[in-house]
């Protein structure tokens, strides 16, 4: 249980539920076996397994809970190979030219007939809830991914008002900053990996991989009307990742500092690794990113959701 990716929400308000009544209302979206006339099925799981019944796992006040996707694999390549057979009879049949809205719902049709047949993969997707700093962490990469997760989650619980978040820095600022002065926050230092792009063009990006980041052949290049979107950094020695410009997380990888210390624990079967592990990953990721958001000037909103809280 290490999470490789984090995409943090702030929730606009202390999460109401405990464990145990949010458990019974991810029950009314369970996952369930994908129609054979559907693309895709979502769902909530148990984040022990699929042979599991528990769909909350709670540990230092953090709710860790798992969203299944199963999709049906059906390759765009073998769809066009027989849209476009399907094409060649009707021109021939018909002797005229198949218009756009002909093709589009031939595709549809084809699309549809071949669902049944088709393979069908499961993805797992991990978050949890810390409800000692009221943020949202999502295992996923990328923003898009994150939000389908979250619009299952919001239909799930009726309303659940989360903000992206934002901190008082930006995080591409920030990350200039450090760079440009040598000196990577308290508590962290520089990894050996950073990317950067044109200030006014997104596009044109520059990549660096295990250097001295700090290197003029670096910083040069930031001066360069550049601004940074990635840049590794270390944690305590604990963690590696790195932080990207909307203040996501990825790459994160949990050194052998942390992981020898659970292996000094006495687990007796693998539901106890799991929780441990959760146990060790939460504290860590916790204390890690509240570091973080610290030297990008604290989160925008904190305050107000403070006052909530009290």
Known sequence: MWFKSAQIFLLDQPFPYNAEHFAERLKQRVARPCPKSQPYAYGWSSPYGNHFDELVHESNQCMLFTNTKEERILPSSVIKEVLD???????????????????????????????????TKKTHTHAFIDNEHHWLLIDVSSRSKAETFTELLRNTLGSFKITPLQTQTTASVAMSHWLLSSKAPTGFEFGGDCEM?????????????????????????????????????????RIAFVLNDDCSISRIRFLDVVKESLEELDMADSMQKFESEFAMMSLELRHCIAELLDAMGGIIGKVALSEVSA
């Open 197 to 237: 792009r044109d200030k006014e063009k997104d596009r044109g990006a520059i990549r660096f991989y295990q250097l001295l980041i700090t290197d003029k052949e670096v910083t040069n290049h930031l001066k360069l009307n550049r601004r940074l979107v990635k840049l590794e950094l270390v944690w305590q020695k």
């Open 85 to 119: 057979e399907k094409l060649k009879v009707m021109e021939e049949k018909e002797q005229r030219e198949i218009y756009a809205k002909e093709r589009s719902r031939l595709k549809d049709d084809i699309t549809f007939s071949m669902l049944p047949q088709a393979f």
